[in-house]
């Protein structure tokens, strides 16, 4: 190839060799060293056309390359969401059996039926399902297991039901990932970002199987905007440190998309410093917050809620965190912090249970005093657990156990 451009671009020489006017017979009588600039002339062109032949040949392989992975990428997606179907629609059918059959006798027959169900559904391609059936065998602990149960399986129909009807829009994106698809940080950092004053109000670490798992919740000074920053390493392994508690974060964040969006990654951020408490609700604007959530994401089993003016009180059914009660009622029967007042004019304690698991809150109510304060903490469907206090006349944060 390379010869036969070099023979093709030759006549581009040819002038160089024609004859002096005027000479005999026409015989080409070549100037002294034209011969050698047309070779080099020829070569330098064939050279250059086969460089741009080359660059030409590598754009195209490059390009039929860059097709022929999107195209294998498309199949192996394709290929994902057949299985993470069928995955799903067997555990409708097992759901529906088992609900007909009845949950008895699940204590007995239930954890071994949810490990065969979940390597299923892990080999599936939906190992998020496979997480949350996993984790059923930790409710036959608790005394009202059969309800929680029940709970459990109308969730995880609501989520085969909802993916197979391709449910889209935020929705959509929040099934996918709660069966286990993952959103890339690239895809993260070009959707939803939020810059504020964020501020630390709590840190928990827990072992998720192999993995040990961080997880750190904010809340924005101005936005009011609850976030979570996750992360995992092996379990041998430790994890970057975060800010501490307390302490008052300048960062844009960027949401993970989703119907109730909690989950975020760290687009920039320019400095830290210490603050006092964070802006705070009473209970029952945290409870309405924590409503919202769930209508926009009715698997969200955690969100973070920061409580003002509460204090430990102790319930017929446990401990909770309320406000004392108002000395006067406010306008329209309230006692100004989301509780109801009495006919007396005395306000009734909002009050919201903490988790039974979590025992009696001894540090919280040494700190408190039965003075009110400010209690960030996690809420779960079982409760809430106290993440930290702030307190005294500097409002430093106490992180709770």
């Known amino acids: 190839m390379v010869e036969r451009m070099s023979l093709e671009h030759a006549?581009?020489?040819?002038?160089?060799?024609?004859?002096?006017?005027?000479?005999?017979?026409?015989?080409a009588v070549p100037a002294p060293g034209a011969r050698?600039?047309?070779?080099?002339?020829?070569?330098?062109e064939g050279r250059e056309g086969s460089g741009a032949a080359a660059r030409t040949s590598g754009t195209a392989a490059a390009g039929r390359g860059a097709g022929a992975d999107r195209r294998a990428a498309e199949r192996r997606a394709a290929q994902r969401a057949?299985?993470?179907?069928?995955?799903?629609?067997?555990?409708?059918?097992?759901?529906?059996?088992?609900?007909?059959?009845?949950?008895?006798?699940?204590?007995?027959?239930?954890?071994?039926?949810?490990?065969?169900?979940?390597?299923?559904?892990?080999?599936?391609?939906?190992?998020?399902?496979?997480?949350?059936v996993s984790r059923l065998t930790s409710l036959l602990a608790r005394d009202d297991w059969p309800s929680r149960l029940l709970e459990e399986y109308a969730l995880l129909n609501l989520l085969a039901v909802g993916y197979r009807r391709g449910v889209d829009g935020p929705l959509g994106e929040t099934i996918r990932a709660r069966v286990g698809f993952t959103t890339t940080k690239a895809d993260v950092?070009?959707?939803?970002?939020?810059?504020?004053?964020?501020?630390?109000i709590g840190r928990r670490d827990s072992v998720d199987g192999p993995l040990l798992a961080r997880r750190v919740w904010l809340r924005g000074r101005r936005s009011g905007r609850a976030a979570l920053m996750l992360s995992f390493a092996p379990a041998a392994e430790e994890l970057d440190d975060p800010p501490a508690t307390g302490a008052v974060v300048d960062a844009e964040l960027a949401f993970y998309p989703g119907a109730s969006p909690l989950r975020v990654q760290v687009a920039d951020r320019w400095g830290t410093r210490r603050s006092g408490a964070p802006p705070g609700t009473s209970v029952?604007?945290?409870?309405?917050?924590?409503?919202?959530?769930?209508?926009?994401?009715?698997?969200?089993?955690?969100?973070?809620?920061?409580?003002?003016?509460?204090?430990?009180?102790?319930?017929?059914?446990?401990?909770?965190?309320g406000h004392p009660p108002a000395p006067s009622a406010g306008r329209d029967g309230e006692d100004g912090?989301?509780?109801?007042?009495?006919?007396?004019?005395?306000?009734?304690a909002a009050?919201?249970?903490l988790d039974p698991r979590g025992g009696t809150p001894l540090r919280l109510i040494a700190v408190s005093g039965g003075e009110p304060v400010t209690v960030?903490?996690?809420?779960?469907?079982?409760?809430?657990?106290?993440l930290a206090v702030w307190a005294g006349p500097e409002d430093e944060a106490v992180t709770l156990p």
Do not use: F, K, M
């Not at 050698?36 to 330098?44: H, K, P, S, Y």
């Open 11 to 27: 006549p581009a020489a040819v002038p160089d060799s024609l004859p002096p006017h005027g000479a005999p017979g026409g015989v």
């Open 284 to 321: 029952v604007q945290a409870q309405q917050e924590v409503a919202a959530a769930l209508a926009g994401d009715p698997w969200t089993d955690s969100w973070p809620v920061v409580l003002s003016g509460v204090v430990p009180l102790r319930g017929e059914d446990g401990w909770l965190l």
């Open 82 to 132: 057949e299985r993470v179907a069928a995955g799903l629609a067997e555990l409708e059918r097992w759901l529906a059996d088992r609900v007909r059959r009845g949950i008895a006798d699940s204590r007995a027959s239930g954890p071994g039926e949810w490990d065969e169900l979940a390597r299923r559904l892990v080999d599936a391609q939906a190992p998020g399902v496979a997480g949350a």
């Open 337 to 348: 912090r989301g509780g109801e007042a009495d006919a007396d004019g005395a306000g009734e």
């Open 36 to 44: 050698g600039g047309a070779v080099a002339g020829a070569a330098q």
């Open 351 to 353: 009050g919201w249970a």
């Open 376 to 386: 960030s903490a996690e809420w779960t469907p079982y409760g809430l657990t106290p």
């Open 189 to 200: 950092l070009a959707g939803e970002r939020v810059r504020d004053e964020w501020h630390v």
